[in-house]
């Protein structure tokens, strides 16, 4: 399995950025695939979790600002990122679980990363 995450950027507060999230070695149809982004000095946060059924769940800090999505034609999968603040600022992983285990928000329960994309809200 590898996953490559790519789009992060230097975007100014109130702007928006597209991340993407393509993988190889597993089907997204049947994956539970997600976003979870590590800012210094922090813990890995849970941003965003695209269930194999197609359905979602957002982190509180996230909400109606992100949006994640998935082209099962292209194995890739999406977060669309408005209403951008510094706190957004973080490396960005997109994550995989082939088990599809119920705990989508916490870390622990992806076994494949990808290699992170930087997001820098700043002005």
């Known amino acids: 399995v590898q996953l490559q995450a790519s789009g992060g950027g230097l975007v100014q507060p109130g702007g928006s950025l597209k991340l993407s999230c393509a993988a190889s070695?597993?089907?997204?149809?049947?994956?539970?695939m997600a976003w979870f982004r590590q800012a210094p000095g922090k813990e890995r946060e849970f941003v965003v979790a695209?269930?194999?059924?197609?359905?979602?769940a957002y982190g509180d800090s996230v909400k109606g600002r992100f949006t994640a999505s998935r082209d099962s034609a292209k194995n890739t999968m999406y977060l669309q990122m408005s209403s951008l603040i510094p706190e957004d600022t973080a490396v960005y992983y997109c994550a995989a679980d082939k088990t599809r285990n119920v705990q989508i928000g916490y870390a622990r329960t992806y076994d494949y990363w990808g290699q992170g994309t930087q997001v820098t809200v700043s002005s």
């Open positions: 695209i269930r194999w059924s197609g359905s979602t």
């Open positions: 070695g597993l089907t997204l149809r049947s994956t539970n």
